[in-house]
């Protein structure tokens, strides 16, 4: 047990801390200056060439809920003093669990660059990049918050909790270039990405019935968990043993091979109104990452029984009744395919001012396995000056008025720094200061040194103005 549980923390770490479209800043999307803005769409070229500070060219976080907001879990103290949890007897129950889903997700996309450079060639525009990945999901059941809010004699199914979290290195090769369509110039894109998987964690409550009562509280809990790390040796575990037992491989070089993948960026744009309008679409990340079973662990726990009666006075302890061990039983490790979170983007912008302001609308979509969100941003973006651009920003669908997003990127000759988020709240809870209304949240950072410019006389003449 000692030694699976570093590399389930760092599975769980990557899902937890902050370091998403796998972190991905909407707000960008129409900053033709940005270097990140290819990860969103695979034709839009940079003004320049770029090669990325390693480690820092890019670090995007992601959070994203139907559920998860300050709205649903403050409340106005009765007193008007400040705020209050949503367990404080002033919250109406009813109220509070109108606000909950039946399913409540929480995603978590990380994204690090450790190395990336881009470049012109006459006809093509050329990237690599090397990035660190992590996608992770939590689905919890609306009955637990009812548990929690509305106690009561009877049984509260909440067998839909699930964790997943699959974690890999990215290798990436994109190519832009025009063509010509009827006579109309589109810029097209292509990036293909080969997968190194790292480690990948699945828990899934099969079964969890919490029965409540005046004498005792019971619940009764079965379910699956399922691994596979790199380096990570299960091979002599096998059969019905303790859970702690199950979980005690070896680690070492000759443990697990971790998992490979294989996925595509696609992306086209084109322009009409005398270049005044600009249209897009791209889809990211389709493909699929398999891991292998060497180095897989596979395991069903057996039907277990916890229960509370209360603390014992006489003994001065806790009187309850737990199993000795949680048992469970290790199949034969088996490979496991998996469908990467693919995001759909499709931009409009129109220009004004000789390019200097411009109105996009960007439908996001994104496909998460068991769900799909969406999403539909509103920007007005600024370039005041040609190494200067910056994006306001409103999320709709998701989010209230009164959250908006900023991004800002200086692009000299010598440095392109971006900074963005989507999510920046104006309205902020008394006491301790926390976003209201939010249910996602992401940032985005990125440093580069600029390099080469299109060819004179190639294939992108547009950008040698800038």
Same mark, same amino acid.
């Given at each position: ?170 290798? %990436? #090769? ?7 369509? *009827? /006579?109309? +110039?589109?810029? &097209? ?5 080969? @997968? ?66 294989? %996925? #595509? ?7 009409? *109104? /005398?270049? +005044?309008?600009? &249209? ?5 990340? @389709? ?180």
């Amino acid at each position: 047990m000692k030694k699976f549980l570093p590399i389930l923390s760092a599975a769980l770490l990557f899902a937890l801390v902050p370091v998403g479209a796998g972190a991905q800043v909407k707000s960008a999307y129409f900053m033709e200056g940005s270097v990140q803005r290819l990860d969103m769409n695979a034709s839009f070229v940079p003004l320049r060439g770029y090669v990325n500070i390693p480690f820092i060219g890019s670090i995007g976080v992601d959070v994203n809920s139907n559920f998860l907001s300050v709205r649903n879990f403050l409340y106005p103290s009765p007193d008007g003093s400040g705020v209050v949890t949503f367990m404080h007897e002033s919250v109406d129950a009813r109220d509070f669990l109108h606000r909950m889903r039946r399913n409540n997700h929480v995603d978590v996309s990380l994204r690090e660059n450790l190395l990336g450079f881009g470049s012109f060639t006459r006809r093509y525009f050329w990237s690599f990049n090397l990035n660190l990945r992590s996608e992770s999901s939590l689905t919890v059941p609306k009955e637990f918050f009812e548990l929690l809010k509305r106690p009561g004699n009877g049984t509260y199914d909440m067998d839909r909790f699930r964790f997943e979290s699959d974690n890999w290195l990215e290798f %990436a #090769f994109g190519a832009a270039f025009p063509v010509e369509i *009827l /006579d109309h +110039r589109v810029e &097209v894109g292509a990036r293909v990405k080969g @997968l190194v998987g790292l480690a990948q964690v699945r828990a899934d409550v099969t079964r969890l019935d919490v029965c409540t009562g005046e004498e005792e509280w019971r619940a009764d809990f079965s379910g699956d968990i399922s691994a596979n790390v790199m380096f990570m040796d299960y091979s002599t575990r096998y059969g019905r043993m303790p859970l702690s037992d199950a979980l005690d491989g070896d680690f070492g070089p000759g443990g697990g091979r971790g998992g490979w993948g294989l %996925a #595509f960026d696609l992306g086209a744009s084109t322009r009409f *109104l /005398d270049d +005044r309008l600009r &249209v897009s679409v791209g889809l990211n990340d @389709l493909g699929f990452i398999r891991w292998s079973s060497s180095g897989a662990l596979r395991i069903a726990v057996e039907e277990q029984s916890v229960s509370f009666r209360g603390y014992d006075f006489d003994a001065d302890d806790f009187d309850y009744d737990t199993p000795d061990d949680v048992m469970a039983v290790v199949s034969e490790p088996a490979a496991l395919s998996r469908m990467l979170n693919a995001t759909l983007n499709l931009g409009a912008e129109y220009n004004i001012l000789e390019d200097r302001i411009g109105f996009g609308l960007l439908s996001q979509i994104r496909f998460c396995g068991t769900h799909t969100s969406s999403e539909l941003t509103l920007s007005a973006n600024f370039r005041p000056l040609h190494w200067f651009s910056g994006t306001l920003s409103h999320s709709i669908v998701q989010n209230r008025m009164g959250i908006f997003g900023l991004a800002l990127n200086f692009h000299p000759s010598w440095i392109n720094f971006f900074l963005g988020a989507d999510y920046v709240g104006l309205r902020w809870t008394r006491g301790v200061p926390l976003p209201v209304g939010m249910k996602a949240a992401n940032f985005y950072f990125g440093l580069a040194v600029p390099i080469s410019r299109p060819k004179e006389g190639g294939c992108f003449p547009d950008r040698t103005r800038h």
